[in-house]
């Protein structure tokens, strides 16, 4: 059974920092792709980050050069590094896999920017 769990949001001022860490069980991380979505308030589900098996990594637009996406394989969990926050980076952030053909998503862990 995959599961996946979130940790490390909270409240930030603008141009704060969080690291939010993704633990998995049921999977082996450097074998599968692994990505980090949000969503924010009103809007739909978007992804900022991902790695491959291959450790491929791509962000989104609006992310690059702040926030950074990395695995520690020993302790099967991903982060993303998030930097220079802006209150339009308000959302609940998921951590995200997929496994023979099926998506397994975390709870979610809620990320505040003030400003």
């Known amino acids: 059974q995959v599961q996946l769990v979130e940790s490390g949001g909270g409240l930030v001022q603008a141009g704060g920092s969080l690291r939010l860490s993704c633990a998995a069980s049921?999977?082996?991380?450097?074998?599968?792709?692994m990505g980090w979505y949000r969503q924010g308030p009103g809007q739909q589900r978007e992804l900022v980050a991902s790695?491959?098996?291959?450790?491929?990594?791509r962000y989104a637009d609006s992310v690059k050069g702040r926030f950074t996406i990395s695995r520690d394989n020993a302790k099967n969990t991903v982060y993303l590094q998030m930097n220079s926050l802006k209150p339009e980076d308000t959302a609940v952030y998921y951590c995200?896999?997929?496994?023979?053909?099926?998506?397994?998503w975390g709870q979610g862990t809620q990320v505040t920017v003030s400003s």
């Open positions: 995200s896999t997929t496994r023979r053909l099926l998506d397994y």
């Open positions: 049921g999977i082996i991380i450097s074998f599968n792709a």
């Open positions: 790695i491959t098996a291959g450790g491929s990594i």
